[in-house]
């Protein structure tokens, strides 16, 4: 089964700084997963990507499948990008059961 | 599109009674989840589905009971509630297996007393 970890667990910044949240996997993919969890609870989902990058806004994702780790950058970071990042992996290569990490909570500081 | 419905937000229960989590999707998804989570944990699959007439066990079944006998509907149902069963429950659906994007419900708080 796919173990996964996030880094950091915690992490604070001030208002524009530039964000990379890590996400490490064991077993080998067809893809991850990054959600987003706000503070009133709701999740959605940001990226889904097997290989490369992917960029949505001052979101950015890329993924390096040989070393089984993805990261998730925020550019130009804002308050409301507060919330917790979880990243999600299928437990078995091609898989529909997800496993999740732990998340990332982020908190932008004006 | 209203996406993912689930019902209700929120809820308290006593020890022993039971009660039925209610999910909706209206994207014609074949996959639809349930997880809960609980704090500083990451989501755990209770039970999934991947089409009508179809379920299968996830991580943490114990306790819960599901059906799915249209496309759209997934309901969750607990029997003689625990205080471990105390959590925030979610309902998730996408198109098919885990290459696709997955859409979640806006979450259930549940708290058994």
């Known amino acids: 089964k796919n173990e996964v970890e996030q880094s950091p667990q915690n992490l604070t910044a001030q208002e524009g700084e530039f964000i990379t949240i890590n996400c490490s996997y064991s077993?080998?993919?067809?893809?991850l997963h990054w959600l987003q969890q706000h503070p009133g609870g709701g999740i959605v989902s940001l990226f889904m990507?097997?290989?490369g990058k992917k960029k949505h806004g001052r979101l950015i994702a890329t993924i390096n499948i040989q070393e089984k780790h993805s990261s998730l950058h925020i550019t130009a970071s804002h308050p409301r990008d507060s919330a917790v990042y979880i990243c999600?992996?299928?437990?078995?290569?091609?898989?529909?059961?997800?496993?999740f990490g732990t998340g990332t909570r982020l908190t932008i500081i004006p | 599109n209203a996406g993912v419905t689930q019902t209700p937000k929120f809820r308290i229960l006593k020890i022993g009674q039971s009660m039925t989590l209610q999910c909706t999707q209206d994207?014609?998804?074949?996959?639809m989840y349930w997880y809960r989570q609980d704090p500083g944990m990451g989501l755990k699959l209770i039970y999934y589905?991947?089409?009508?007439?179809?379920?299968d066990k996830g991580e943490v079944p114990n306790g819960y009971n599901v059906s799915r006998s249209t496309t759209e509907d997934f309901p969750l149902r607990l029997e003689l509630a625990a205080p471990s069963q105390t959590s925030v429950y979610f309902c998730?659906?996408?198109?098919?297996?885990?290459?696709?994007?997955?859409?979640f419900g806006e979450g259930s708080w549940l708290t058994v007393v």
């Open positions: 589905s991947v089409g009508a007439g179809i379920t």
């Open positions: 077993v080998g993919i067809s893809a």
């Open positions: 998730a659906s996408s198109y098919s297996q885990g290459g696709n994007t997955i859409y």
């Open positions: 990507l097997s290989s």
């Open positions: 999600a992996v299928p437990s078995n290569f091609g898989n529909e059961k997800l496993t």
């Open positions: 994207m014609n998804h074949n996959y």
